[in-house]
Each structure stands twice: as C-alpha cells, then as structure tokens.
C-alpha cells in the first residue's frame, strides 16, 4: 500500500549508503524514493547535524496543480510531476510543504508544493555535477 504524503513528508532518494550512515529509516513511495519514517524537516534535520552532515534546504518552490478531489492518488500524481521537475538537479531529497484543496465553479482542483532539499558531509552545496557523482 502507498503510504499517504502530508505536508511536512520527507522523501528521499533510497541509497543504502547515505541511509545506513544516517540510520535512516524509509517506506518505498515510488521508483526510488522513499518517505522516511518518523521525522518532519525539523527533527530530520537536527538528526542528520548529530551525525556531522548537513541537510540543505533549497529556496526555490516547485508547485504543480491537479484537476479532481484531494487523495493519495491526486498527492502521488502530483509528486511524480514535481520529482520529473527537479529530477535534473539531482538533489537527494524533498520537502512536501503545502497541499491545497479548492474549486471553481464546482470543479474542484488543487496543489502540491514542495522544496528541494540535499544531505552530504560538506557545509558548501555540492554544484549539479558532484551531486549527480555522489
């Protein structure tokens, strides 16, 4: 079963290295992400500086909309839309921030946003090259 993303869902790229060194712990969401289990940004992040790591948050709002009513599958669709989006930028994880429920006229839609953001060991963002190496 799919688990359901809110906001505050951290998805992340499944690498058993970064997850194993991190001891992090993650459901398959899709392809090779995963929701990891237990933390929102916040508490991620605090684990992650425990570690000696660094978890970059990435100012850029990517946001899509969907046609329909609020559920797992409109969520899914729409993160698959925003993952195709960053995919080139090759960051290891992303923050679900805000899913919007609203309608026109009696048809109903609505958005996801989400922002980028990337683990490593560097306190200096890794450019798009390192990031794709690593």
Known sequence: MIQTAKVGTILIKERPPLNSVLALESDTYSENWGIVRAFNGFTLDRQIHAAGWNF??????????????????KIQGALQRILAKVRHQNFNSLEVTGIVSKSFLGIPYGFVSAHSRHIQQNSLLDGVRERARA
């Not at 970059?56 to 599958?73: C, D, N, T, Y």
């Open 56 to 73: 970059f948050f990435i100012a850029a709002e990517v946001k899509v909309m969907f046609f329909g009513s609020l559920g797992a599958k």
